[in-house]
Nanobody, 121 residues
Framework: QVQLVESGGGLVQPGGSLRLSCAAS????????MGWYRQAPGKQRELVAA???????NYADSVKGRFTISRDYAKNTVYLQMNSLKPEDTTVYYC???????????????WGQGTQVTVSS
């Protein structure tokens, strides 16, 4: 069993900041990429930012220069620092991780439960 537990969402004014956290636990041998996605009602889930096991990062154009993804490898945790937030950033954010539970196992993608981010005055 693998679990991803997110925290850090909430209500913030435009221009403000939030930091999301996602901790993976359970039967973990190794983690490959970890990332954050978001999904607005009626829309497809989209990649916000991702970070590989080698610390390479990738960002959606809409968040470049405002969001920063980072990772604590010892804690199996990924973070998303969100600055200069805009009302259009409002939605549910989901954590994703590619995890394998043994040396010969395949990597499987796991999702967190989602955390709401609301940017409003």
């Amino acid at each position: 069993q693998v679990q991803l537990v997110e925290s850090g969402g909430g209500l913030v004014q435009p221009g403000g900041s939030l930091r999301l956290s996602c901790a993976a636990s359970g039967s973990i041998f190794s983690i490959n990429a970890m990332g954050w996605y978001r999904q607005a009602p009626g829309k497809q889930r989209e990649l916000v930012a991702a970070i590989t096991s080698g610390s390479s990062t990738n960002y959606a154009d809409s968040v470049k220069g405002r969001f920063t993804i980072s990772r604590d490898y010892a804690k199996n945790t990924v973070y998303l620092q969100m600055n200069s937030l805009k009302p259009e950033d409002t939605t549910v954010y989901y954590c994703n991780a590619a995890i394998r539970s043994c040396p010969t196992c395949n990597f499987h993608g796991y999702w967190g439960q989602g955390t709401q981010v609301t940017v409003s005055s």
